[in-house]
């Protein structure tokens, strides 16, 4: 089965700072890996995704996430934090089985200081 | 503009009392998904639906139930079975080919 964990329910940063939120993944087929953002009280946002090719994706608001096999770990990096930036943020990978389903990670809440 | 529209955004109900949460979108969408949130667990998956009259169970399904009679709509009912019903839910659509989620704004249901 599919699954990932997210190391670190909570991280802080100052505004500036370089921000890394951690994802490994456990997957018994090649994973279809996911970031999304979520502000409070609102949907999920679906900031990149890796499928296939290029193991660095570029994603929206200046994030990206680099895919390690090796490491198994699909960790999210955005050189300058700004204060926008604070909301929780899931990784995800999708299951296998059918039915294009997805496996959340139980979040990470950034927190971003002046 | 296309999009997933979840309706109401915050819901109150008496315990023992089913409720019915709507979700619809006009995205074109065939997939449509809905994940209970509670805080510290992420997203967890209840009903997900590929074509129009067919649906299947995710993780949490006991206490649930949902309808695909039309492609634009996937309506979660929460039935007095659901022994804890107090969360966030999230509706989500994508296309079949695709590898993301659309989703919607939420409905946060609190049972008394």
């Known amino acids: 089965a599919q699954s990932v964990t997210q190391l670190g329910s909570h991280v802080s940063v100052s505004e500036g700072a370089l921000v890394l939120l951690r994802c490994n993944y456990s997957?018994?087929?090649?994973?279809?890996l996911f970031w999304y953002v979520q502000y409070p009280n609102q949907g999920l946002q679906l900031l990149l995704k890796?499928?296939?090719?290029?193991?660095l994706v570029k994603g929206i608001n200046g994030f990206e996430a680099e895919f390690k096999k090796s490491e198994t770990s699909f960790h999210l990096t955005k050189p300058s934090a700004h204060m926008s930036d604070a909301a929780e943020y899931f990784c995800?990978?999708?299951?296998?089985?059918?039915?294009?389903?997805?496996?959340f990670g139980t979040g990470t809440q950034l927190k971003v200081e002046l | 503009d296309g999009g997933i529209t979840q309706s109401p955004k915050y819901l109150f109900r008496k315990e023992g009392q089913n409720v019915t949460l709507s979700c619809e979108q006009n995205?074109?969408?065939?997939?449509m998904y809905w994940y209970r949130q509670d805080p510290g667990q992420g997203l967890r998956l209840i009903y997900y639906?590929?074509?129009?009259?067919?649906?299947q169970k995710g993780d949490i399904a006991e206490g649930y139930s949902v309808s695909r009679e039309k492609k634009e709509s996937f309506p979660l009912t929460v039935t007095s079975a659901q022994k804890n019903p107090t969360a966030f839910y999230l509706c989500?659509?994508?296309?079949?080919?695709?590898?993301?989620?659309?989703f919607g704004s939420g409905t946060r249901l609190t049972v008394v």
């Open positions: 890796y499928t296939t090719g290029a193991t």
């Open positions: 995800a990978v999708r299951t296998t089985g059918g039915g294009n389903k997805l496996t």
């Open positions: 997957s018994s087929v090649p994973p279809y």
């Open positions: 989500a659509s994508a296309p079949t080919a695709s590898y993301g989620y659309t």
């Open positions: 995205l074109n969408h065939d997939a």
């Open positions: 639906s590929q074509i129009v009259n067919d649906f």
